[in-house]
């Protein structure tokens, strides 16, 4: 080997060990930037971990409600309930948010006839999650379906007031038609005959009218029960609750006579 040559090997491994010897400190530093970051977002996440992940629950947990109320529009209740028990697992923006959620699987469940369950799920909830007095319907009505007939007394009560309260006509009556056969399955005649009769005030040609007449026909007042019918039978002038009106109104003028 001439000594060029060797001379050009040795410049070869000196050019090596320096750009080893650059890698190596820029690997350095590389390294130490990261180790820096990783402090940073541990001692960050310290102190802001949980709005952090607040975002994401909020986000997850808004994603399974909308998701269960697609699923309920559908029709498709087991699911919606599904999704409602996932968006609970998270952590809604407000109480309230969470609230409506709960009520959501109430309803539903009381729709499928499960009213032993809707109960259950409605009876989870605190005083201030019924707001409204539709939050009550579902819960008292799943209350007289499945014979608790002394909180479905109490309650139904608290849904007459809120609705009284609200100054909602609709459910006033639903309240009002509630308690009404409430009262006439336990025998209590005259308070039944108060609840339909305020009913039938409220909304003239619903069934309320009809079943007000049968409670006077029940208490022995026929002929005030004939005279309601016929009432009833100006007012409407068609349909199925006209026909049995109709039906009755025949059924007791005989009886009358």
């Given at each position: 080997m001439t000594g060029a040559e060797?001379?050009?090997?040795?410049?070869?491994?000196?050019?090596?060990?320096?750009?080893?010897?650059?890698?190596?400190?820029?690997?350095?530093?590389?390294a130490a930037l990261g180790y820096l970051g990783l402090l940073a977002f541990v001692f960050g996440f310290g102190l802001y971990g949980e709005q952090?992940?607040?975002?994401?629950?909020?986000?997850?947990?808004?994603a399974a409600y909308q998701s269960g109320k697609k699923m309920e529009d559908r029709g498709?209740?087991?699911?919606?309930?599904q999704r409602y028990r996932q968006a609970l697992e998270g952590r809604f923006r407000d109480r309230a948010r969470e609230y409506e959620c709960m009520r959501s699987i109430g309803e539903v469940l009381y729709r499928l006839h499960r009213y032993q369950e809707t109960i259950d799920a409605y009876r989870g909830l605190p005083p201030e999650a019924f707001r409204e007095p539709g939050h009550w319907t579902a819960y008292v009505l799943a209350l007289y379906y499945?014979?608790?007939n002394a909180d479905a007394e109490r309650l139904g009560k608290v849904w007459l007031a809120k609705a009284e309260q609200g100054n909602d006509l609709q459910q006033q009556v639903w309240a009002h038609g509630t308690l009404g056969r409430l009262f006439d399955g336990t025998e209590r005649l005259e308070?039944?005959?108060?609840?339909?009769?305020?009913a039938s005030a409220l909304e003239p040609d619903s069934q309320?009218?009809?079943?007000?007449?049968?409670?006077?026909?029940?208490?022995?007042?026929?002929?005030?029960?004939?005279?309601?019918?016929?009432?009833?039978?100006?007012?409407?002038?068609s349909g199925v609750l006209h026909e049995d009106a109709k039906r009755l109104r025949a059924q007791y003028a005989k009886a009358d006579t």
């Open positions: 060797l001379d050009g090997d040795r410049a070869t491994d000196s050019g090596d060990r320096a750009n080893s010897s650059g890698a190596y400190v820029a690997f350095l530093g590389v952090l992940t607040a975002g994401v629950d909020e986000a997850c947990a808004e498709n209740y087991d699911l919606a309930i499945a014979g608790e308070q039944a005959l108060s609840h339909y009769g305020a309320a009218s009809i079943l007000a007449a049968r409670m006077l026909h029940r208490l022995g007042r026929t002929r005030e029960a004939v005279e309601r019918l016929d009432a009833f039978l100006e007012r409407v002038e």
